[in-house]
């Protein structure tokens, strides 16, 4: 039996039956069997259909869906809230992209060889998805991977975070409501071992992973040969602010993308380089304006942030801080544990570049400022990990701008916002060890389908 906990309280909140290896194979039967069968497809404008019907079930339970996800898994719930109603125009981009998506005709005619021919390409469903989630966000994940399948046209199963499976479990009865028969989308609860079992089957075409990278790639070395995957893991989040930057226009969001969720998000602002010129006051400001930021209990509409999502998170951020600060590190805020479930937001100057919140993901309420002199200094330091995600810069010299865009290494940068900026039809991913592939709804149908030319021969055309 899977027990799930509120992330505030600890209390119990549910308890879900657990599934096995043989349960679980059977829902991979139930799959594959269904997608061989060819005359069991379903029309591009019943999917449709089913996508518009679940729109106005989703629209008349945001309260409901809000308040799941803030319950298991800790967000605020006013960010919670807008999560749910992203995740509606996350539906209704997937409809977008339905009627938008096509082939292509592929010139013919143009040699001897290929006189009398037309060509063209057109999208079909890859196969079997196997999408295993994270906890962070457990309804729009769950629509990132779930939506792209029914609107390519192929079964899935998926499978949430432990943590956080009621979202996941609420938003597919949804979908069956909605008029989708149940064998196209199979949700699998069950511990990481057997779906770590199930990833090697050949019978699955593709696997969609958001997850730590250590899982991620394990994952990826398992794929049976011709199995395709998108591997979304996070990043550090490197930001550049200038010598010339409107710094104080920036302290809102920076705050914003460091400590929203409580730093649980893969593209966080964890790194801010400084130019030392402006770094005292920069970082002043920004102790003023972490010291309003409210902390608390996550279903309190003025709260900005809630729990970790378990109390041994806790002590992991905790450890990595007081690591830091006996390295050399100066605290300017924070660093200490409000409860067993809440950190405070935490601000940490010129940890050493070996330290662990230097070297690694911190996903946690904490943000680590580096004084820097050059440019290209700011720049080496940002790109001397591994990781390549989102980053932004902070400039108004637009030259300076293009040069350290185009010179950071990471798969989108942003100037002057925070790295956690997204919309769901954008393609979001990460480069390296950050993962592989794109998600965003419209990529994500894309790669959930696979492309066939079609080749006509008549006389008629030449």
Same mark, same amino acid.
């Given at each position: 039996?899977?027990?799930?906990?509120?992330?505030?309280?600890?209390?119990?909140?549910?308890?879900?039956?657990?599934?096995?290896?043989?349960?679980?194979?059977?829902?991979?039967?139930?799959?594959?069997?269904?997608?061989?069968?060819?005359?069991?497809?379903?029309?591009?404008?019943?999917?449709?259909?089913?996508?518009?019907?679940?729109?106005?079930?989703?629209?008349?339970?945001?309260?409901?869906?809000?308040?799941?996800?803030?319950?298991?898994?800790?967000?605020?719930?006013?960010?919670?809230?807008?999560?749910?109603?992203?995740?509606?125009?996350?539906?209704?981009?997937?409809?977008?992209?339905?009627?938008?998506?096509?082939?292509?005709?592929?010139?013919?005619?143009?040699?001897?060889?290929?006189?009398?021919?037309?060509?063209?390409?057109?999208?079909?469903?890859?196969?079997?998805?196997?999408?295993?989630?994270?906890?962070?966000?457990?309804?729009?994940?769950?629509?990132?991977?779930?939506?792209?399948?029914?609107?390519?046209?192929?079964?899935?199963?998926?499978?949430?975070?432990?943590?956080?499976?009621?979202?996941?479990?609420?938003?597919?009865?949804?979908?069956?409501?909605?008029?989708?028969?149940?064998?196209?989308?199979?949700?699998?609860?069950?511990?990481?071992?057997?779906?770590?079992?199930?990833?090697?089957?050949?019978?699955?075409?593709?696997?969609?992973?958001?997850?730590?990278?250590?899982?991620?790639?394990?994952?990826? !070395?398992? #794929?049976? &040969?011709?199995?395709?995957? %998108?591997?979304? +893991?996070? @990043?550090?989040?490197? /930001?550049?602010?200038?010598?010339?930057?409107?710094?104080? !226009?920036? #302290?809102? &969001?920076?705050?914003?993308? %460091?400590?929203? +969720?409580? @730093?649980?998000?893969? /593209?966080?602002?964890?790194?801010?380089?400084?130019?030392? !010129?402006?770094?005292?006051?920069?970082?002043?400001?920004?102790?003023?304006?972490?010291?309003?930021?409210?902390?608390?209990?996550?279903?309190?509409?003025?709260?900005?942030?809630?729990?970790?999502?378990?109390?041994?998170?806790?002590?992991?951020?905790?450890?990595?801080?007081?690591?830091?600060?006996?390295?050399?590190?100066?605290?300017?805020?924070?660093?200490?544990?409000?409860?067993?479930?809440?950190?405070?937001?935490?601000?940490?100057?010129?940890?050493?570049?070996?330290?662990?919140?230097?070297?690694?993901?911190?996903?946690?309420?904490?943000?680590?400022?580096?004084?820097?002199?050059?440019?290209?200094?700011?720049?080496?330091?940002?790109?001397?990990?591994?990781?390549?995600?989102?980053?932004?810069?902070?400039?108004?010299?637009?030259?300076?701008?293009?040069?350290?865009?185009?010179?950071?290494?990471?798969?989108?940068?942003?100037?002057?916002?925070?790295?956690?900026?997204?919309?769901?039809?954008?393609?979001?991913?990460?480069?390296?060890?950050?993962?592989?592939?794109?998600?965003?709804?419209?990529?994500?149908?894309?790669?959930?389908?696979?492309?066939?030319?079609?080749?006509?021969?008549?006389?008629?055309?030449?």
């Amino acid at each position: 039996m899977l027990h799930i906990y509120s992330p505030f309280t600890r209390e119990k909140i549910d308890e879900i039956p657990l599934q096995n290896f043989e349960q679980a194979q059977q829902k991979l039967d139930i799959a594959y069997t269904l997608f061989k069968d060819q005359s069991k497809q379903l029309p591009a404008y019943q999917r449709i259909s089913i996508l518009e019907k679940l729109i106005d079930i989703m629209q008349s339970s945001i309260e409901e869906l809000t308040i799941i996800a803030v319950k298991e898994g800790g967000k605020p719930y006013s960010d919670s809230k807008v999560e749910v109603f992203r995740a509606i125009q996350g539906v209704k981009s997937a409809i977008d992209t339905m009627r938008t998506m096509h082939g292509e005709q592929i010139p013919m005619g143009i040699t001897e060889s290929s006189k009398g021919k037309l060509a063209f390409t057109i999208y079909e469903p890859i196969g079997v998805v196997f999408a295993i989630s994270a906890f962070n966000h457990p309804l729009n994940l769950i629509i990132h991977q779930v939506i792209p399948a029914i609107a390519a046209g192929t079964p899935i199963i998926i499978k949430p975070a432990g943590s956080t499976p009621r979202s996941c479990i609420t938003l597919v009865d949804m979908i069956y409501s909605a008029g989708l028969p149940k064998e196209w989308c199979q949700t699998l609860i069950c511990a990481s071992h057997i779906a770590e079992q199930l990833v090697s089957d050949s019978r699955i075409a593709f696997l969609s992973f958001i997850g730590s990278a250590e899982i991620g790639w394990k994952l990826r !070395s398992l #794929l049976a &040969p011709g199995t395709r995957c %998108a591997l979304e +893991h996070g @990043g550090i989040a490197p /930001v550049i602010m200038t010598e010339d930057a409107d710094w104080t !226009s920036a #302290l809102k &969001p920076l705050i914003k993308g %460091a400590f929203y +969720h409580s @730093g649980q998000v893969c /593209v966080s602002v964890q790194k801010i380089f400084v130019h030392h !010129s402006i770094c005292s006051d920069f970082t002043e400001q920004m102790v003023k304006l972490a010291n309003t930021f409210k902390i608390g209990d996550p279903l309190h509409p003025l709260t900005e942030g809630g729990p970790l999502i378990h109390p041994s998170e806790i002590q992991r951020v905790h450890l990595w801080v007081q690591e830091a600060i006996q390295a050399g590190a100066t605290l300017a805020f924070g660093g200490e544990a409000i409860s067993e479930t809440l950190y405070m937001p935490t601000i940490l100057i010129n940890p050493p570049d070996d330290a662990t919140v230097s070297r690694k993901e911190i996903f946690g309420p904490v943000v680590c400022m580096y004084s820097y002199k050059t440019v290209d200094e700011a720049i080496h330091r940002a790109n001397a990990l591994q990781f390549g995600f989102q980053a932004s810069v902070f400039t108004k010299n637009t030259d300076t701008a293009f040069y350290i865009m185009k010179k950071l290494n990471a798969s989108a940068v942003m100037l002057n916002d925070h790295t956690a900026f997204r919309v769901d039809w954008m393609p979001f991913g990460g480069r390296d060890s950050s993962g592989l592939g794109w998600g965003g709804i419209p990529y994500s149908i894309k790669e959930y389908s696979r492309e066939k030319m079609l080749v006509f021969s008549s006389p008629a055309l030449e």
